[in-house]
């Protein structure tokens, strides 16, 4: 996805945080299960997820570090930003606590507005004062329409029985209708879905070919490494709790490249 410093690059990686599927369904004993419904039971558990969304509630803490490279790998700015997050009624709300530990200042707070709305005009969500919309459920049957899947293998990960699933865009693509579309067509990669619950466990993503807007006059991205872990916090409830991306690209004639990592702790329930 093409992008400027201070718009374009975000949404590609607002697309990718959000990156995940969440409910509860019971594989068949001993039946082996396709590939098909594997993703079937997937896409069902994400959707039973989101109807008893305002059953549950949970807040924790999340470290986000971006640090930006010159052409020779050197990093020219780091930043590290601390978020109280709520996750309450099916929407994620972040409160930014501090940038480089101090607390932020105005235009931070209004660098964070600026990227959540990047992200809701991405994900053609509507806007919301508050919310950005729940970012653990991204698994939908609109985006698993976009791709081919693979059974590899079953793989544990986290000390529990997962099936290791490839995916690739499928050809001719679907037609584009949001401005995620246009990522979706052009990244592959490998998901683990839990056997248990089938929550997307762990995802390894990367980008097929660059991507540019605006004829490239903007800029591009040429190059995506992302990865994604999820974690079971609590009864049917997963969460995104690490991830780590490096992109690539052109803003405007300048080469730029941006590395991310995500933590997220201490989760528990409100109330």
């Given amino acids: 996805m093409c992008f400027s410093r201070s718009g374009y690059f975000w949404l590609a990686v607002s697309v990718l945080l959000v990156l995940s599927g969440t409910g509860s369904l019971a594989a068949d004993a001993g039946k082996p299960l396709s590939v098909d419904e594997i993703i ?11 109807a008893n969304a305002g059953q549950s509630g949970y807040t924790y803490t999340k470290l986000t570090v971006t640090e930006e490279l010159d052409s020779t790998g ?3 700015e780091r930043k590290e930003k601390v978020y109280q997050v709520v996750f309450q009624a099916g929407a994620t709300h972040l409160k930014l606590l501090t940038v480089n530990g101090r607390s932020p200042a105005q235009a931070d707070v209004k660098k964070q507005s600026e990227n959540d709305e990047n992200a809701r005009q991405v994900l053609g969500q509507s806007k ?16 698993v329409a976009r791709f081919n899947f693979t059974l590899i293998d079953e793989k544990p990960i986290n000390g529990r029985k997962a099936y290791r699933v490839g995916f690739e865009p499928k050809r001719p693509s679907p037609p584009v209708r949001r401005i995620v579309d246009r990522l979706l067509d052009r990244i592959s990669g490998t998901v683990w879905i839990d056997a248990d619950e089938f929550e997307i466990a762990h995802a390894e993503i990367n980008l097929g070919s660059e991507i540019d807007l ?10 995506l490494d992302y990865s994604m872990t999820r974690t079971r916090v609590g009864e049917g409830l997963w969460f995104n709790t690490f991830s780590s991306g490096d ?25």
Avoid: Y
């Fill in 74 to 76: 050197r990093v020219k």
């Fill in 247 to 271: 992109f690539q690209g052109r803003k405007l004639l300048d080469w730029m490249r941006i590395k991310t990592k995500s933590q997220s702790s201490n989760f528990r329930p409100l109330g």
């Fill in 128 to 143: 919301s004062p508050n919310a950005l919309g729940n970012r653990e459920n991204f698994l939908t049957p609109e985006v």
């Fill in 40 to 50: 079937r039971r997937a896409v069902a558990r994400a959707q039973q997820a989101q």
């Fill in 214 to 223: 605006l004829g490239g006059v903007v800029g591009c991205l040429k190059k």
